[in-house]
């Protein structure tokens, strides 16, 4: 939701997979369909999002420390909107620390990521900051319930934008 909650932004749906390596790596693949309010034009796009990413994260003690690196490439419909380049193309990099409480089923955790353009005709540079504090709960284990708070915060941009998101997802691992 934008404009005060009074109307709807977007919505996604991700479907990934990611493979354990060994005790530290992990790597995966995604693809999120995007519906999206563009605001500039005041319309609704399909926008189809692919990437992969590989993740090195350490236990000590009960914190876990990750680091996250994301490509990302974002299509979107050229016949609705006039884009400087399509697709966007992202390198996301995301520094996570979370921290297991003993006998209770909640993890929380805080992380930083950082957006940096790949394919800019303008020149790339990183645009975005995204901070996000939130708790995992441990339905099962293979069932989880993620709530969130992240704030989007624009840099190097003429009007930057900043953006509170309050969400929830879902997690399932087979």
């Not at 749906?13 to 369909?33: D, M, R």
């Not at 520094?95 to 930083?112: D, G, H, Q, T």
């Not at 941009?157 to 997690?171: A, D, E, L, R, Y």
Request: proline share 3%; aromatic share 18%.
């Amino acid at each position: 939701m934008n404009q005060n909650v009074t109307t709807f932004d977007r919505s996604l749906a991700t479907l990934g997979g990611s493979y354990a390596l060994n005790k530290t790596f992990k790597a995966g693949l995604f693809y999120t369909y995007i519906y999206a309010n563009n605001q500039n034009d005041g319309y609704y796009e399909n926008r189809h999002r692919f990437g992969g990413w590989i993740q090195a994260a350490r236990k000590v003690n009960r914190f876990k420390i990750s680091l996250r690196e994301k490509f990302q490439n974002t299509y979107r419909d050229e016949d609705l909107g006039n884009y400087k380049y399509n697709p966007k193309m992202y390198l996301r990099s995301k520094l996570e620390v979370s921290f297991n409480i003993k006998k209770i089923p909640f993890n929380p955790y805080f992380s930083a990521e950082m957006h940096y353009q790949l394919n800019n005709p303008y020149g790339n540079y990183t645009d975005k900051w995204r901070y996000t504090a939130g708790t995992e709960y441990n339905i099962s284990k293979k069932f989880a319930i993620d709530l969130f708070y992240r704030l989007d915060k624009e840099i190097n941009v003429t009007n930057p934008v900043n953006t509170s998101v309050i969400g929830t997802m879902f997690k399932c691992r087979l």
